[in-house]
Structures are given as C-alpha cells and as structure tokens.
Nanobody, 127 residues
Framework: QMQLVESGGGLIQAGGSLRLSCAAS????????LGWFRQAPGRKREFVAV??????????AYADSVKGRFTVSRDNAKNTAYLQMNSLKPEDTAVYYC??????????????????WGQGTQVTVSS
C-alpha cells in the first residue's frame, strides 16, 4: 500500500513558477509510473504529466496544455516526484494530485490507470 503526499502549492501571479513535490511511502516507488493530474472547480480531473518507472529510462509525457512549461521528474532515492511549473497562467488554477500506477503501459494518462492517489494541493494563479 503506497501513500502519497503532495506539497508546494500556493498562490502565485501569472508568469511565476512553483514546484510541487509528491512524497511516497510504502509500495515500490521506483517501479511505478508517477503521474500528475489537476482538477478545477466544476471540471473533470485531467492528466498533466507522467514520468515512468525505472524500467522506462525516465520516459515522460505531458498534456499539450502544459508542454514546454511544466517538467516532471523524480528522485527514487528520496521516494519523491516533482512537478516544476513555469510561466503559470490563470487557467492552471486547480487542485493538483499526484498518483502512482503499477503499469508498464506508457504513458498512463487516464484516471483509471492509477492505483494510488495523494490528497491534492491547491495551486491558484492570479492574473
């Protein structure tokens, strides 16, 4: 059983940067794909980015809306994944969730692909 805890959210002006962290405990962190999703009020949870497990050589995938602005990474020694968010826009405002997927199918971009979820961290981008 893996537990995930996000941190690093907050209020930021448009154009600014934030780095989210996702600390994992339990489970086999290095083997799992680590994904980031977000959910704005009244909208469905949507895929943001994912980094594959150790088997993937660090493969990554991004939603078109964040490509070139967001970077996903992981430090398996620290059981932590990160989402570096640059050039933030008001439309990036949402609760951000990290999730772990014990799958070798890549990239896992659907909510149903994931086995464990964090509680979420709020990111608010003001204009």
């Amino acid at each position: 059983q893996m537990q995930l805890v996000e941190s690093g959210g907050g209020l930021i002006q448009a154009g600014g940067s934030l780095r989210l962290s996702c600390a994992a405990s339990g489970g086999t962190f290095s083997n799992d794909a680590l994904g980031w999703f977000r959910q704005a009020p009244g909208r469905k949870r949507e895929f943001v980015a994912v980094i594959g497990g150790s088997w993937s050589g660090g493969a990554t995938a991004y939603a078109d809306s964040v490509k070139g602005r967001f970077t996903v990474s992981r430090d398996n020694a620290k059981n932590t994944a990160y989402l570096q968010m640059n050039s933030l826009k008001p439309e990036d405002t949402a609760v951000y969730y990290c999730a772990a997927a014990a799958t070798i199918a890549f990239p896992p971009i659907q909510v149903r692909d994931y086995d464990y979820w964090g509680q979420g961290t709020q990111v608010t981008v003001s204009s």
